[in-house]
Nanobody, 125 residues
Framework: QVQLVESGGGLMQAGGSLRLSCAAS????????MGWFRQTPGKEREFVAS????????SYADSVKGRFTISRDNAKNTVYLQMTGLKPEDTAVYYC??????????????????WGQGTQVTISS
C-alpha cells in the first residue's frame, strides 16, 4: 500500500506557472504507474497526465498538452506536474494517483488504486 500527499497548489494569475508535487510513503513509488487528475465541483474527475514506472512513457489530456509536464523521481519517491501557461479553466482540485496495473496511457480513474487528498489550484484571469 502507498500513501500519497500532494503539495504546491495555490492561487496564480493566468499565464503563470506552478509545480505540483506528490510525495509517496509506504511502498516504493517505482511499483506504480502514476497519474494526475483534476476535479471541479459538480463534474467528474478528469484525467490530466500519466507516467509509466520508468518515466519513459507519458500521456496528456488534449487540454493540457504542450503546457503541462509530468515527471517522476523514483529515488525521491515523488511525482511532479509542472504547469505553465495556466488558464482560468485549469482551476480545480488536483489529485495524484497510483496504479499497480500496466501502463496503457492509464487515463481512466478506475485503473488507480490509491489517491492523494488533493491540492487546490486557482487561476485568476
Amino acid at each position: 500500500q502507498v500513501q500519497l500527499v500532494e503539495s504546491g497548489g495555490g492561487l496564480m494569475q493566468a499565464g503563470g506557472s506552478l509545480r505540483l508535487s506528490c510525495a509517496a510513503s509506504g511502498r516504493t513509488l517505482v511499483s506504480y504507474v502514476m497519474g494526475w487528475f483534476r476535479q471541479t465541483p459538480g463534474k467528474e474527475r478528469e484525467f490530466v497526465a500519466s507516467i509509466s514506472r520508468s518515466g519513459g512513457l507519458t500521456s496528456y489530456a488534449d487540454s493540457v498538452k504542450g503546457r503541462f509536464t509530468i515527471s517522476r523521481d523514483n529515488a525521491k519517491n515523488t511525482v511532479y506536474l509542472q504547469m505553465t501557461g495556466l488558464k482560468p479553466e485549469d482551476t480545480a482540485v488536483y489529485y495524484c494517483a497510483a496504479s499497480p496495473l500496466g501502463y496503457d496511457g492509464s487515463t481512466r480513474p478506475p485503473r488507480y488504486s490509491y489517491w492523494g487528498q488533493g491540492t487546490q489550484v486557482t487561476i485568476s484571469s
